[in-house]
């Protein structure tokens, strides 16, 4: 038996420890594992793959970034401008699906987020049978608890946190952090807490800058100078537009500026010495938490258990401290965002976090 490997979308902390596990978990049944290389574009001819020896990819877990190489923009993606939904041309498809059969390939993991495991559908539907593992450090995909790569780049974001405020104390300033997430407000609302932010600004919970304004002064009042502000890149103050960087790159439209003009209105409206922060990539790059080397290096084994029981078009997910698997379908329809009645929410409000909002 032979399988397929690649991994599409942004990179992500853990996606080599996924490549870990399903080598490792492959290796166990004899079967030989082929890594294609910078997404589905690797299927295409010219080839670019090569076989995953496990001598090769034992001490890869621990390792940021992915040694496959991957792909968010392009011809394999099915995900354009603000979150539309494309599909792969069939000449592609054919192409990619004669060179896996060429290669000997029986079935394909695809490790990505919502765009990579829609294009992952297309496969399934044009009778190339896949399983899905999902990734993104923006925690959005449907039918999984959680996603690998969401804790490190969470991680970063407390971190991030931690430093600010010693500076913001030091000067008595109002630090805003733009954090990443795209549509979804789980990066900010796990890091916000955890990194001790008196504001957190989601998309799901659009906001107004007087409430903002209204925690620091009322902060100031009660003798605390400094705050720390977490504004996620798709959050938008109620009525208005979310802020761009880049529209029509062949990809989904790329967020980010929200936190410069955060912070220019609340130094504005406070009157205190505010400065704005983009953590961009960093949130993506270096090594994996223990979590997600943990979750990731299962998701790598299921992905291979699914294969040997021809449990195909299903992807991998988390749920309630166990691996199972769901229809790709179901994870893909969906977005997950923050609820904003649910119980994070509710707990971050209870220790005095604003979100902006009315209530
Ligand atoms: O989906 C992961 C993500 O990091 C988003 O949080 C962010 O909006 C986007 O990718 C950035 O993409 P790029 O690496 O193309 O700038």
């Given amino acids: 038996m032979r399988i397929g490997l690649l991994n599409g979308g942004g990179d992500c902390p853990g996606l080599n420890a996924v490549t870990h596990g399903v080598v490792g978990a492959a290796a166990q049944l004899g079967w030989e594992v082929v890594g294609f290389k910078e997404g589905y574009e690797g299927l295409l001819s010219p080839v670019k793959c090569k076989i995953l020896k496990r001598s090769k990819t034992e001490g890869i877990l621990k390792l940021g970034g992915t040694i496959l190489g991957t792909s968010n923009r392009g011809r394999f993606s099915s995900k354009v401008g603000e979150g539309g939904v ?76 931690d430093r600010l405020q010693t500076t913001a104390e030091s000067h008595k300033r109002v630090m805003v952090l733009e954090v990443m997430g795209r549509h979804a407000g789980w990066i900010a609302l796990y890091g916000g807490i955890g990194g001790g932010a008196s504001a957190i600004l989601i998309p799901e919970i659009p906001f107004h800058y007087d409430k903002v304004a209204d925690i620091l002064l009322e902060r100031e009042a009660r003798g605390f100078a400094s705050s720390l502000v977490v504004v996620a890149e798709g959050a938008s103050p109620l ?76 992807m991998v ?23 904003p009645e649910g119980e994070i929410v509710r707990a971050a409000k209870s220790v005095g976090i604003s979100f902006g909002d009315e209530a």
């Fill in 86 to 161: 494309r599909k792969i041309p069939s000449e592609l498809m054919d192409e990619a699906i004669a060179n896996l059969r060429e290669q000997g390939v029986q079935a394909l993991v695809c490790a990505g987020g919502d765009g990579t495991l829609t294009t992952a559908l297309q496969f399934m539907e044009e009778g190339f049978p896949v399983v899905g593992v999902p990734k993104t450090i923006d925690n959005d995909l449907g039918a999984t608890a959680m996603t690998f790569g969401f804790d490190s780049a969470t991680q970063v974001v407390v971190d991030a946190l």
């Fill in 239 to 314: 009525g208005e537009e979310k802020v761009y960087e880049e529209t029509g790159g062949g990809g989904e439209d790329r967020l980010g500026g929200v936190g410069e003009r955060v912070a220019k209105k609340l130094g504005e409206l406070t009157g205190k010495e505010t400065r704005s922060t983009t953590l961009g990539h960093l949130q993506r790059g270096g090594s994996p938490t223990s979590f997600d080397r943990v979750l990731a290096t299962r998701f790598g084994v299921k992905a291979v258990n699914l294969i040997e029981q021809k449990r195909f078009g299903r």
């Fill in 317 to 339: 997910s988390y749920q309630q401290y166990h691996v199972g698997s769901v229809l790709i379908e179901k994870a893909v329809k969906k977005l997950n965002l923050v609820d």
